[in-house]
């Protein structure tokens, strides 16, 4: 089945220590993108591609960064991880146009010790 | 900006209840209306876009229903597996990409 992956499901690092999130999608959409989501609370965009086009969000803060080597893979580095950065993070991935739903993975549960 | 409120927060029902889930959002130009499902400790799955007021979409015990105000989530005659949280989000001309609610945290009791 097409779908989006996302390892590990489970990060646990230091406070400080950079972390990479990785995605994988099979279903070859154009566009993939990152949320961030705390408990009881709606997904929070933090950026997506168009392509290889990077959009970030306003409020993103500088210690998150992206990458996206191909269209099948993205990656979520967060630099300098703080305690208030622990949560779901989320991928999702859709086609270009602005009724296309997104598909998400499963997320990966970010602790920070 | 556009503005997704969600309610109620929590709905617990007994098995075969039916109720609805409420949407009220607030956009320049309604570009989709969507509903996901997500289950604990996993991502959202797409249920339904809408487009256009007085359009509907069924799927099993689900009918999602659009106004030009607010959409409704019907839930007839729910089961166990139907517990969830509900998420509903818009996409408009103004926004580039799409606005959550909180959501709905749906418990159904056998």
């Known amino acids: 089945d097409a779908m989006v992956i996302q390892n590990p499901r489970y990060q646990v690092t230091q406070f400080g220590k950079p972390v990479t999130l990785s995605c994988s999608q099979t279903?070859?959409?154009?566009?993939m993108y990152w949320y961030q989501q705390k408990s009881s609370q709606a997904p929070k965009l933090l950026f997506h591609?168009?392509?290889?086009?990077?959009?970030n969000e306003a409020d993103t803060p500088d210690n998150f960064q992206s990458r996206r080597p191909n269209t099948s893979f993205c990656f979520l580095d967060i630099r300098s991880p703080g305690l208030g950065d622990a949560a779901m993070y989320l991928c999702?991935?859709?086609?270009?146009?602005?009724?296309?739903?997104?598909?998400f993975g499963d997320g990966t549960r970010l602790s920070i010790l | 900006e556009d503005q997704v409120t969600q309610s109620p927060e929590a709905l617990r029902l007994q098995e075969g209840e039916s109720s609805s889930l409420n949407c009220s959002y607030t956009?320049?130009?309604?570009?989709?209306l969507f509903w996901y499902r997500q289950d604990p400790g996993k991502g959202p799955e797409f249920l339904f876009t809408?487009?256009?007021a007085g359009e509907e979409k069924e799927k099993e015990r689900l009918k999602a229903t659009l106004t030009k105000k607010e959409s409704f989530l019907h839930i007839t005659a729910p089961k166990p597996e139907d517990s969830a949280t509900y998420l509903c989000?818009?996409?408009?001309?103004?926004?580039?990409?799409?606005?959550f609610g909180s959501g709905t945290q749906l418990t159904v009791l056998p």
């Open positions: 989000a818009v996409h408009s001309g103004s926004a580039r990409q799409l606005t």
């Open positions: 809408l487009y256009s």
């Open positions: 956009v320049s130009g309604l570009r989709g």
């Open positions: 591609y168009y392509d290889k086009d990077f959009n």
């Open positions: 279903l070859n959409h154009n566009v």
């Open positions: 999702a991935t859709s086609r270009v146009g602005n009724n296309q739903p997104q598909h």
